[in-house]
């Protein structure tokens, strides 16, 4: 693992770090590789205090492919095993990056640049935010292939865009392209492909420009008060503001 070679690129400028996939001849497609590398990413972002916000992007003509057909046709690496093995080969392989970013507690923007596809939509939904470039497509293609979400995508969608329509994408594996994405409220912004890192970026700075304590508690309070009900979310939120009133950067907002 340690010798694969580098698929998942790491840029930091100032409070923004951005995460390139470049596996080409895969059009960006999970290696078992690759998730360790996103995995590290994640990690290297995390222990940085320099870094603020993380953007989430494709090299190519293609952001995620989702699953290597390639490998799913020869049954290699992830996706070799029979029924009990590939359970275990998803908890402690793809499903490693959802439990991470659960656990990630800097905002996470996704620069949707081309095709989103099965696991690469389900990973743009576990970001935060989500930019498409014009022309960029997405879809829950699994059912297409004769699979389910293995990555937990049924529920990362459903989030985004509700119940029924998540439904009606995961069962009829359409897809969708950027200007209907929007529509769907898949996508936060739809820009011309030349803008799209641009307008991440002048994103990921507007965030980035707030006290990151209030940040990340926001985000974690978010996330943990959805779906619960309203009492934890209350008690979490005057847990969480305990916190925040009591922090520097809330007494430098307020010019004391």
């Not at 996103?38 to 940085?48: C, G, V, W």
């Not at 297409?144 to 049924?154: C, K, Q």
């Amino acid at each position: 693992m340690a010798d694969a070679p580098p698929h998942v690129r790491y840029a930091a400028d100032g409070p923004i770090a951005t995460l390139t996939f470049d596996r080409p001849e895969a059009r960006n497609a999970w290696s078992e590789a690759m998730l360790a590398q996103t995995i590290a990413a994640l990690d290297r972002a995390a222990d940085d205090p320099a870094i603020r916000v993380v953007v989430v992007t494709g090299a190519g003509p293609a952001f995620h492919a989702g699953g290597d057909k390639k490998a799913m046709q020869e049954r290699s690496g992830m996706f070799a095993g029979d029924a009990a093995e590939l359970r275990d080969r998803y908890r402690k392989g793809i499903q490693s990056v959802p439990r991470r970013i659960a656990e990630f507690d800097k905002p996470l923007i996704a620069a949707i640049n081309g095709p989103a596809i099965g696991a690469g939509l389900d990973l743009a939904c576990m970001c935060d935010l989500r930019v498409a470039a014009r022309g960029a497509t997405m879809g829950s293609t699994f059912v297409t292939l004769g699979l389910v979400p293995g990555d937990g995508g049924a529920y990362f969608l459903a989030r985004v865009v509700g119940f029924p329509r998540a439904l009606e994408l995961m069962l009829t594996g359409r897809v969708v392209d950027a200007d209907e994405a929007l529509r769907l409220g898949l996508v936060h912004e739809v820009v011309a492909p030349d803008e799209l890192l641009p307008a991440a970026h002048r994103l990921a700075q507007r965030i980035a420009a707030h006290p990151p304590l209030a940040v990340q508690l926001t985000k974690r309070a978010a996330y943990r008060a959805w779906p619960g009900d309203q009492a934890a979310a209350l008690e979490l939120a005057a847990t969480f503001q305990g916190i925040a009133q009591n922090s520097p950067d809330h007494r430098r907002a307020l010019g004391s």
